[in-house]
């Protein structure tokens, strides 16, 4: 039996980030990107002007001065006017600026008249001028290996002309649930019979990863159906199988897996929920066995699998944030297992609060959704005392109360 932070730190030990691809800028958002990008170019790759105004020598307006026009710059204009002594050049955002100018006045410090400007106070060398380079200079690191992608990252991109970026590989992971009890969504519920939940709840969370779940749909404990499941499922990235694990009589999945050669790294972690969640591996995928309560699975998943798919799509810190949450109650359980509390969170004056959303019971599924995190309490401690800090994994971005 493996502790909590044995069993994950053997899944993770286990991965390692998948093959590398191209794919268009314009897809490639949470993606993580596979190289190090160095800037083609200076950017900006010329002197601007960052203001709409005029383009003036600063030496012209050392008080409020009256200067010729004798030009207009627009963004996009390939040839500049050149700025002379007593004149100015009206210029737009963006536009290059003039041969001669070395400061840019804002349209809004200035009085027009006709075929003159007024400049109305004094005006200082580089102002309002945007120069070559100074946001990345050509050959720089812009964007390391191992960054995952957001808009900003996909605006740099797009400004160097990067129309497709190499990026660690999405992965494909097989879902699997067993027992003659299931039946697929629109069956007929007859009795003794229960919807096969837990295949679309892990595809959601294998979504909400980043990956790609590959449906395989019920298996019933018939050994020979349930190995054929199991080897089209192997020749996904990942594998999970939901139930099957424990020690009932039609428990197959655990045996017919040893069979096809997956070697087991360990079955039962210390936990609650999810103690016969069980671990594998062949040929260096990666698989999962999950219990086959809704609760237990969806817990399970966050603690272990999800991490470990995070590894194989190349991100660089596969674990959901962990923040210290002060009990706003106190919490009691029994000693000897790492308990995952389903917990509320709150931000009060600053810092995290959290209390249990409900019924602990892992049958009850309504505390799952009505979660924000997941408490991580140690397994040597049976009482938490409101006002006590706790580590609390986010499940979401937003700690708002529900």
Known sequence: ???????????LASVAPLGRERVP???????VLSEDLRAPRDMPQWDNSAMDGYAVRSADCGAPVTLKLTGYQAA???????????????????????EGCDAVVPLEETEAGVGVVTILSPVKPRAHIRFRGEDVKAGDIVIPAGTPLRPPEISMLASFGS????????????????????????????P????????????????????VPVLLGIAVDDKEILRE??????????????????AGDRDFVREV????????????????????????????KPVFSLPGNPVSSLVTFEVFVRPALRKMMGHPDPLKPTVKATLAEPIRKKAGKVHFFRV??????????????????????????????????????????????VDVCLLYQSATPK
Request: glycine share 10%; hydrophobic share 45%; charged share 25%.
């Open 257 to 284: 897996l040893a069979e096809l050669s997956v070697r087991q790294v360990f079955w039962g972690v210390d936990i609650k929920p999810g103690r016969p969640t069980a671990f594998g591996v062949k040929e260096g």
């Open 163 to 190: 129309a497709f970026v190499p990026v660690y590989r999405k992965a494909r992971v097989a879902v699997l649930s067993t027992g003659d009890e299931l039946v697929e969504l629109g069956e007929t519920l007859s």
């Open 25 to 31: 800028v314009t897809s490639a958002s949470g993606r």
């Open 229 to 246: 499941k199991l080897r089209e499922g192997l020749a996904a990235d990942a594998l999970i199988t939901s139930a099957g694990v424990s």
């Open 76 to 98: 996009g204009d390939a040839v500049s006017p050149k700025v002379t002594r007593g004149c100015a050049v009206r210029i737009m955002t963006g536009s290059p600026v003039p």
């Open 1 to 11: 039996m493996r502790t909590f932070e044995e069993a994950r730190d053997l899944i």
């Open 192 to 211: 003794g019979k229960i919807i096969n939940s837990n295949t679309v709840s892990l595809a959601a969370a294998i979504e909400e990863a980043g990956a």
């Open 344 to 389: 509320r969170i709150a931000v009060k004056d600053g810092e995290y609060v959290a209390w249990t959303s409900g019924d602990q019971n892992t049958g009850i599924l309504r505390t799952m959704v009505l979660a924000d995190g997941i408490a991580v309490l140690p397994a040597d401690k049976t009482v938490f005392e409101a006002g006590e800090k």
